[in-house]
């Protein structure tokens, strides 16, 4: 990162500890990470190794920690309409329309009626839903849903949108198309986003920056660029060298031991698409 360029988020020395029944659990330590305003960061880790905590911090729902969350310089203390969040479940209320659902994104803002009608629709249309406007969420696919969500997160105009395993609960297929879909929202929106998957491909198509937790306590263990080109191919020889090291940063699986180029070139392509 360029140190003459302020971070939009900076997080400092950030440590975390929960109290269970038989003492304490220490879910992250010395978490120190700085994203650039516009970037698209993701995380990456097993179960329990804080990810999900790091995003509940950052969106303001717990203040209860140690070390500094800075956007802007300023500490984050609560939450803000300068974020927004996508869970991975759309917990979208069932008595609403696709356009209710979304404006609740707007409960905080000081707009008009006419403001916010006009705010909905303009993020139904970046989500391709001008159709489902009116419709229930039991006649919206999953993937419908998940935009529907998407859209409730991005109304209000955030500067970052926090992504907490969006994708997980949608099958194979939808969940490529969501990715597709997230790039291209991404890319009309410009906004800062920061991503929890346990998905190392998903990590890989979408970030431009990926970050490896150890485990309990949460920690750094590295952080590889991804400095490949949009549209990005799933089954390219670079796509696949970033995928064995991110693996094999995860398990320490010598399968997944980075091949040398010349390896690489070995490779059957049955191997090299999967």
Known sequence: MNARVS???????????????????????????????GEFVAIVGASGCGKSTLLRLLIGLDNDYQGQILIDGKRVSGIGSERGIVFQEHR?????????????????????????????????????????????????????????AIARGLVASPRILLLD??????????????????????????????LVTHDVEEAIFLADRVVVLE?????????????LPHPRERASLDFHRLREILLHELTRDDRYLPPSVARIHDLPLTYLAC
Do not use: C
């Open 7 to 37: 971070p939009l988020v900076s997080f400092q020395q950030v440590s975390k500890r929960f109290a269970v029944s038989d003492g304490e659990v220490e879910a992250l330590r010395d978490f120190n990470l700085d994203i650039r305003e």
């Open 92 to 148: 979208l209320f069932p008595w609403l329309t696709v356009a209710e659902n979304i404006e609740l994104g707007l409960v905080n803002e000081a707009l008009d009626a006419t403001a916010k009608q006009q705010r909905v629709k303009d993020f139904i249309a970046l989500v391709g839903l001008e159709a489902f406007s009116a419709a229930y969420p039991h006649q919206l696919s999953g993937g419908m849903a998940q935009r529907v």
């Open 165 to 194: 395993e969006p994708f997980g609960a949608l099958d194979a297929l939808t969940r490529q198309q969501m990715q597709d879909e997230l790039l291209a929202i991404r890319e009309r929106a410009r906004i800062t986003t920061l």
């Open 215 to 227: 485990p309990r306590p949460g920690r750094i263990k590295r952080v590889v660029e991804i400095d």
